[in-house]
């Protein structure tokens, strides 16, 4: 009784996404002599013929495939001139496979049912997306980013390699990988909202490329324009929030472990400053200023993180090195070097040496902290470089209660 109540709930699944996909494609074939070839019935049809098929031998469901695909493009031929699209042609043959798939896994038959019925609905709205919404570049880059994470990082090698063995290919091209991806994420935050959030958006999603580079931006932006000072100011002060987020995300990719260990202090910090970032964009925006408008050219620079990647490589050796000569005093060094320029590069290198077992994951904290600390150095430099005595003055006063509370909070609990 069980069997036979097993069997009729996959036949019913199997008549089930006939109804689904026949229905859409029903909607959507017309009407007289220019329908299209197939729509409720057939795809219902369709579906049981595989169903059945399945019932009785794998060859009798290949059979029964190859017999709708002639059946198919007869169809097609014959009608090529008036429609060359092969969408209902294709979704006709796939129907008849996930009817037999419903036989025996049921639940993946109807996943798949439903994602394509979704598809065939959203004909115009992807249509309309991809030719009007999208970019060239933009549909390049996420092509780059598909093909970076379908296609290269299963081959890359998941173990440690190089010189003092801190070398992991598949752990490097993962933070590959999530920069192109992070920086993606804001690019299509930044075309969704464009202009009315403005500069304070514009900061703190520039920020996962790199903090020095965006408090530099926004520096001369304000210098150029004071009436934008607040708008640039919560720029500069939320592109270090997406530095702790970033570094956040990174740390649980190398590591997870020092995620649980610094988590508290990395939240504070990043807290703090986006208290701070949106008490100055309140400011701005009650102040009644015209914000200026950010136009994103490109969702990310693969050239960019690839050279972050290859920083962080860099600083993997060195920080081994340093601390295989000169023992826990040489990785602060280290660290403290690669903080300059880049925070995410410094404590990606202390992650690595703890998953390869070099280093205790206890022993992570300080150098991160160093390199963090460090960094922030570097962004006070680039504001002084960049930015008028008030943008100098909030950029010291903002990383000083952010690296402040990192460091009360790393001590305190």
């Keep these: 009784m069980v069997i036979e109540n097993s069997l009729w709930l996959n036949l019913a699944t199997?008549?089930?996404?006939?109804?689904?996909?026949?229905?859409?494609?029903?909607?959507?074939?017309?009407?007289?002599?220019?329908?299209?070839?197939?729509?409720?019935?057939?795809?219902?049809?369709?579906?049981?013929?595989g169903a059945i098929s399945t019932l009785f031998s794998f060859w009798l469901l290949a059979i029964s495939v190859l017999c709708v695909m002639i059946f198919v493009a007869v169809a097609y031929f014959a009608r090529r001139n008036e429609d060359p699209g092969l969408t209902t042609e294709i979704a006709l043959v796939f129907t008849v496979i996930l009817g037999g798939l419903a036989m025996s896994q049921t639940a993946m038959a109807a996943a798949l049912a439903v994602v394509i019925a979704i598809l065939?609905?959203?004909?115009?709205p992807l249509h309309g997306f991809v030719m009007k919404v999208i970019t060239k570049n933009e549909l390049h880059d996420f092509l780059?980013?598909?093909?970076?994470?379908?296609?290269?990082?299963?081959?890359?090698?998941?173990?440690?390699?190089?010189?003092?063995?801190?070398?992991?290919?598949?752990?490097?091209?993962?933070?590959?990988?999530?920069?192109?991806?992070?920086n993606a994420l804001g690019h299509i935050a930044l075309r969704w909202f464009g202009s009315r959030i403005g500069l304070p958006i514009a900061g703190f999603f520039s920020g996962f490329i790199s903090s020095i580079v965006a408090i530099g931006s926004m520096g001369e932006r304000t210098k150029e324009t004071p009436a934008l000072m607040d708008a640039g100011l919560a720029g500069a002060?939320?592109?270090?929030?997406?530095?702790?987020?970033?570094?956040?995300?990174?740390?649980?990719?190398?590591?997870?472990?020092?995620?649980?260990?610094?988590?508290?202090?990395?939240?504070?910090?990043?807290?703090?400053?986006?208290?701070?970032?949106?008490?100055?964009?309140?400011n701005a925006h009650q102040n009644n200023i015209e914000q200026a408008s950010y136009q994103p050219k490109q969702p990310f620079k693969a050239k960019l993180a690839l050279m972050l990647t290859l920083v962080i490589g860099l600083a993997l050796i060195i920080s081994a090195a340093l601390k295989a000569w000169f023992g826990e005093q040489g990785l602060l060094v280290a660290s403290a070097i690669a903080g300059l320029?880049?925070?995410?590069?410094?404590?990606?290198?202390?992650?690595?040496?703890a998953a390869s077992h070099q280093l205790s994951t206890a022993g992570t904290s300080l150098p991160i902290l160093v390199a963090i600390s460090v960094n922030a150095i570097a962004k006070v430099i680039m504001a002084v470089i960049s930015g008028s005595k008030k943008f100098v003055a909030i950029v010291i006063t903002s990383h000083t209660i952010q690296i402040g509370t990192v460091w009360v909070v790393w001590y305190w609990f």
């Design 341 to 353: 320029a880049d925070v995410h590069s410094a404590a990606i290198s202390v992650a690595t040496l």
């Design 120 to 124: 065939l609905a959203a004909k115009q």
């Design 237 to 282: 002060v939320l592109s270090s929030v997406a530095t702790m987020l970033q570094l956040a995300i990174l740390l649980a990719a190398v590591h997870p472990p020092i995620l649980k260990m610094l988590g508290l202090p990395l939240v504070a910090g990043g807290l703090v400053m986006a208290i701070y970032g949106a008490w100055l964009a309140f």
């Design 144 to 182: 780059i980013l598909a093909a970076a994470t379908l296609i290269i990082l299963p081959l890359m090698p998941n173990r440690f390699i190089g010189p003092f063995e801190v070398i992991n290919p598949r752990n490097l091209w993962l933070v590959v990988i999530l920069i192109m991806l992070i």
């Design 14 to 49: 199997a008549l089930g996404i006939g109804l689904l996909i026949g229905a859409e494609r029903e909607r959507s074939k017309g009407s007289g002599a220019q329908r299209a070839f197939a729509g409720l019935r057939t795809f219902t049809i369709a579906s049981l013929l």
